[in-house]
Each structure stands twice: as structure tokens, then as C-alpha cells.
């Protein structure tokens, strides 16, 4: 079984593309575990607004602190009866279409170089 492409982009995080588990749960593109994010797909094929996407999780974790985000992510999920009305999620959409940072833009690019073609 094939774990996917782990890519060390910054000392902060480690991607993960073209996981082979999320392939099988339904509309899940991408997701943070702790410092690892992760994909679906392979690098190439990752769009900008998904990468910020992400990259908003991981700043919410920053400014919440990890353990706090994700049992408000799961009390949310309870609360608001799933994906679409959790507050956590509701931000990352509204965030996911500003431009990338500078260093955001250095990431995705980096992450696409290193991954295998």
C-alpha cells in the first residue's frame, strides 16, 4: 500500500501528496494532522485556493493552540451537524481565495519541485 509522497517543505510542516487513504473517503481533497498536511492528489494537481485552505487550519491550530482547535473542530462538528456550517471550516473558505504570501507561494512551489513527475 502506498503511503504517498512525504515532502519536508519547512522545518514547521511536512506535505503529504497523493495519499492513498483520502482517495477513499469521499470529497476529501486535504486535511492537517498536527504538523503534517496532507493531500489527495499529487503535487502538481494541488490548486492554490486548496493550499491556503489548509495553510488557514494550520493558523487557526497557531492561533487557538493545537490541542484546543481540534476539540472545538470536533465540537463543532457535533454542533453545527458537520463540514459545512463549522466555523473553523467557514473561515478557511471565506480565507482560501486571498493571494498567497510570498513564503505560502515559496511552499507550493517548492512542495511541486520536490515531488516526483
Wanted: net charge neutral; aromatic share 16%; hydrophobic share 35%.
Amino acid at each position: 500500500m502506498r503511503a504517498g509522497i512525504s515532502t519536508p517543505v519547512s522545518k514547521e510542516f511536512i506535505f503529504h501528496t497523493d495519499v492513498d487513504w483520502m482517495k477513499r473517503v469521499p470529497k476529501l481533497l486535504g486535511i492537517v494532522l498536527g504538523k503534517h498536511i496532507c493531500f489527495s492528489m499529487p503535487a502538481e494537481f494541488i490548486p492554490p485556493t486548496l493550499f491556503r485552505h489548509e495553510l488557514e487550519h494550520v493558523y487557526q491550530q497557531i492561533r487557538d493552540g493545537r490541542v484546543r482547535f481540534y476539540l472545538n473542530y470536533i465540537y463543532y462538528q457535533i454542533r453545527y451537524r458537520g463540514y459545512d456550517n463549522n466555523p473553523y471550516e467557514i473561515e478557511a473558505y471565506e480565507k482560501q481565495h486571498f493571494p498567497l504570501q510570498e513564503s505560502e507561494e515559496q511552499a507550493l512551489w517548492s512542495l511541486r519541485e520536490n515531488s516526483p513527475h
